[in-house]
T-cell receptor, first 114, second 112 residues
Framework: EPEVTQTPSHQVTQMGQEVILRCVPI?????FYWYRQILGQKVEFLVS????????KSEIFDDQFSVERPDGSNFTLKIRSTKLEDSAMYFC????????????FGQGTRLTVV | AQSVTQPDIHITVSEGASLELRCNYS??????LFWYVQSPGQGLQLLLK??????LVQGIKGFEAEFKRSQSSFNLRKPSVHWSDAAEYFC??????????FGKGTHLIIQP
């Protein structure tokens, strides 16, 4: 069964450093998403991406964050100058269409900022 | 803006007993509704979804949910739980092409 894969599964970084979280969406999917889950809290939408541009972003997704689809398979989330409060599980998701379809989630990358 | 309320933070059920997890949503039009399950340290797995049509939807692992527009609810049910059902359950709503809005989750504990 096709699945969304994320790497790495766990990343530890020092405060102020830049991190790139990587995702390989399901191959025939056109819509890509990043979500965040701070430990013990709910999953929060960060950004959606379609046709090589951001289609929607939440208040959380400020100038510190950026997304990119550098090639035909990868979808990345870059966090510049990480802060302690960026520590969370980051989930990538993809869907075939924008509507009438579900999003499939990866296993997540646990980011720990120290 | 859409929102989701899961009023029960924790629920404890005996193995073999029936289960109902509550979910209320707020959205101006007909929403797309989902239930996801998250086992410890794992990602989110889709249990079931509602887009339109029959208001009682069947999902994986023996779960079902009923969409009630008049109550703005989408409660998840299972007639007989198994110990392996212990997990965190998230209800989510999606309006159109927007990203998902999740509830805070319900932590399900199964007693032997």
């Amino acid at each position: 069964e096709p699945e969304v894969t994320q790497t790495p599964s766990h990343q530890v970084t020092q405060m102020g450093q830049e991190v790139i979280l990587r995702c390989v969406p399901i191959s025939n999917h056109l819509y890509f998403y990043w979500y965040r889950q701070i430990l013990g809290q709910k999953v929060e939408f960060l950004v959606s991406f379609y046709n090589n541009e951001i289609s929607e972003k939440s208040e959380i997704f400020d100038d510190q964050f950026s997304v990119e689809r550098p090639d035909g398979s990868n979808f990345t989330l870059k966090i510049r100058s990480t802060k302690l409060e960026d520590s969370a599980m980051y989930f990538c998701a993809s869907s075939e269409r924008a509507v009438n379809t579900e999003a499939f989630f990866g296993q997540g990358t646990r980011l720990t900022v120290v | 803006a859409q929102s989701v309320t899961q009023p029960d933070i924790h629920i404890t059920v005996s193995e073999g007993a029936s289960l109902e997890l509550r979910c209320n949503y707020s959205y101006g039009a007909t929403p797309y509704l989902f239930w996801y399950v998250q086992s410890p340290g794992q990602g989110l797995q889709l249990l079931l979804k509602y887009f339109s049509g029959d208001t009682l939807v069947q999902g994986i692992k023996g779960f079902e949910a009923e969409f009630k527009r008049s109550q703005s609810s989408f409660n998840l049910r299972k007639p007989s739980v198994h110990w392996s059902d212990a997990a965190e359950y998230f209800c989510a709503v999606r309006g159109g092409a927007d990203g998902l809005t999740f509830g805070k989750g319900t932590h399900l504990i199964i007693q032997p």
